[in-house]
């Protein structure tokens, strides 16, 4: 069974640094990317970003470039999203979401998330 | 950058009755890279319909999908108590990767 678990909730102060993970477990790691998404209170979804975790090349929303930093690492099957210094702005539900592969005709491959993690809460105030 | 619009904002509806959500994109797109989600209180979004007209794994039948171009339609054929939710609808594309559409709830009446 295909399962993403996510890290639980935080709490942090403005200005503080705060990694949260996400472990892939069910399914070969390094051969889905993995994407996260934001949903900030009340408000509709996001796409942050997303990694290859087998060669980790990693792709950016213009919105998040440079404001968050997306990893994997392959030996723990896991995939990260970090921010050096947190804004209160960052207060929102997180959540990754593996990529749909091999849903193909000969034409094309359909795009989509098929399997979300269930999410963590970050919470920035002081 | 393509937009993706919803409408309505809101749909308000009884069990029984139809649902019928609108996604429009700012400009023409592929089928293939459209999908809409449902996402329940609490709960992480669930991924209903993948190439504008498939249902994923284990979605009932009453979901379907349908559009092309710039316009796409999710339709709940018969409303059951437990498919009041937000439903958003998602697009694959270039910058940025992906795109999400704000959102329709779908309220009970």
């Known amino acids: 069974e295909v399962q993403l678990v996510q890290s639980g909730a935080e709490v942090r102060k403005p200005g503080e640094s705060l990694k949260i993970s996400c472990k892939g477990s069910g399914y070969i790691f390094t051969t889905y990317w993995i994407g996260w998404v934001r949903q900030m209170p009340g408000t509709g979804l996001e796409w942050m970003g997303i990694i290859y975790p087998g060669d980790s090349e990693t792709r950016y929303s213009p919105s998040f470039q440079g404001q968050v930093t997306i990893s994997a690492d392959k030996s723990t099957s896991t995939a990260y999203l970090q921010w050096s210094t947190l804004k209160a702005s960052d207060t929102a539900m997180y959540y990754c979401?593996?990529?749909?592969?091999?849903?193909?005709?000969?034409?094309?491959?359909?795009?989509?998330?098929?399997?979300w993690g269930q999410g963590t809460q970050v919470t920035v105030s002081s | 950058e393509i937009v993706l619009t919803q409408s309505p904002g809101t749909l308000s509806l009884s069990p029984g009755e139809r649902a019928t959500l609108s996604c429009r994109a700012s400009?023409?797109?592929?089928?293939?890279?459209l999908a809409w989600y449902q996402q329940k209180p609490g709960q992480a979004p669930r991924l209903l319909i993948y190439g504008a007209s498939n249902r994923a794994t284990g979605i009932p039948d009453r979901f379907s999908g349908s559009g092309s171009g710039t316009d796409f339609t999710l339709t709940i054929s018969r409303l059951e108590p437990e498919d009041f939710a937000v439903y958003s609808c998602?697009?694959?594309?270039?910058?940025?990767?992906?795109?999400f559409g704000q959102g329709t709830k779908l309220e009970i009446k």
């Open positions: 979401a593996r990529r749909m592969l091999g849903y193909c005709t000969t034409t094309s491959c359909y795009e989509g998330f098929n399997y």
């Open positions: 998602q697009l694959y594309g270039s910058s940025p990767m992906y795109t």
């Open positions: 400009q023409s797109v592929s089928s293939y890279y």
